[in-house]
């Protein structure tokens, strides 16, 4: 089946640093590509998003591009805030797979003064 | 409007309790979901309705029971619950079941069984 690994965390930075938090991917034919992010105490927001391959995208500064020869879909930013402090999840969905979300297991970040 | 709203936001129940979480959105979505999450956790699919018709149930236990009265809204009635049932309860809904349809979530119910 479908599967999404993610750098496991917590990743800690001090602000204005560069992130980048891994994740690849497993699934047949061409899956849809996401990143959520999860605030304390909140539900998911969709971050950005990418639906065929070489596609970027980006919002709030924060980039991944589809990358298929790789089966990669890393997030950056290149300088992080306080307030970016957050849980990021990758996730897929494959027509192959009803279209469910799959889930990476999650990367904790943490961004210091 | 392009939130999903949950209500109640805190939920303390028992174990011989019936409760039921809502969910409503107004972005005339025709998919809707229920997940799961436990602490330091992805969420993990219950229930997905499509066209309110339940498409998806994955294998969760009878003390949870879904609902979908209209296109905008979404129950999920609880009954006889574990303390292990203790999560976030996510409601989150698409346009439709396409991959490309991103999912837009609420903020979720957090159930404490005691």
């Known amino acids: 089946g479908d599967s999404v690994t993610q750098m496991e965390g917590p990743v800690t930075l001090s602000e204005e640093a560069f992130l980048t938090i891994n994740c690849t991917y497993t699934?047949?034919?061409?899956?849809?590509l996401f990143w959520y992010v999860q605030y304390p105490g909140e539900g998911l927001q969709l971050l950005l998003k990418a639906t065929k391959a070489d596609d970027k995208g980006s919002n709030k500064g924060f980039e991944a591009t589809y990358r298929k020869e790789t089966t990669s879909f890393h997030l950056e930013k290149g300088s992080v805030q306080v307030s970016d402090s957050a849980v990021y999840f990758c996730a897929l969905s494959n027509n192959n797979a009803g279209n469910m979300l799959t889930f990476g297991g999650g990367t904790r970040l943490m961004v210091k003064p | 409007d392009t939130e999903v709203t949950q209500t109640p936001k805190h939920l303390v129940m028992g174990m011989t309790n019936k409760k039921s979480l809502k969910c409503e959105q107004h972005?005339?979505?025709?998919?809707m979901y229920w997940y799961k999450q436990k602490a330091k956790k992805p969420p993990e699919l219950m229930f997905v309705?499509?066209?309110?018709?339940?498409?998806i149930n994955e294998s969760v236990p009878s003390r949870f029971s879904p609902e979908c009265p209209n296109s905008s809204l979404l129950n999920l009635h609880l009954h006889a619950l574990q303390p292990e049932d203790s999560a976030l309860y996510l409601c989150a809904s698409s346009q439709g079941r396409g991959s490309y349809n991103e999912q837009f979530f609420g903020p979720g119910t957090r159930l404490t069984v005691l």
């Open positions: 309705y499509s066209y309110e018709k339940l498409s």
């Open positions: 972005m005339g979505h025709r998919a």
């Open positions: 699934a047949t034919g061409y899956p849809s």
